[in-house]
Nanobody, 118 residues
Framework: QVQLAESGGGLVQAGGSLRLSCAAS??????MGWYRQAPGKRREAVAVITSGGRTNYVDSVKGRFTISRDVAKNTVYLQMNSVKPEDTAVFYCYAVGATSADYGVDYWGKGTLVTVSS
């Protein structure tokens, strides 16, 4: 059974930093990443990283957020620096299965709330 367990969310002041972690288990994963959903808005991709280390970011976080991954530990991280109130959202871990049994299947964590105070 695949599980994605996020941690690291919380309350942070604007300009501060926060690090999210997501430990995945139960499969092998190709792309992993983070999405977020702010109140009243649609879920959006924040940052993704392939098993080869290629990364992609939404424009609004470029230069502030960094995604990284420990392939051996099936863990993905999101280092969030210079956070802004508009970063307030529930952040979801995302992973794509890469075995013959779940190739291309999307998996989601339950989410962790990040609140940025002004």
């Amino acid at each position: 059974q695949v599980q994605l367990a996020e941690s690291g969310g919380g309350l942070v002041q604007a300009g501060g930093s926060l690090r999210l972690s997501c430990a995945a288990s139960g499969s092998i994963f190709s792309t992993m990443g983070w999405y977020r959903q702010a109140p009243g808005k649609r879920r959006e991709a924040v940052a993704v990283i392939t098993s080869g280390g290629r990364t992609n970011y939404v424009d609004s976080v470029k230069g502030r957020f960094t995604i990284s991954r420990d392939v051996a530990k099936n863990t993905v991280y999101l280092q969030m620096n210079s956070v802004k109130p508009e970063d307030t959202a529930v952040f979801y871990c995302y992973a794509v299965g890469a075995t013959s049994a779940d190739y291309g299947v999307d998996y989601w964590g339950k989410g962790t709330l990040v609140t940025v105070s002004s």
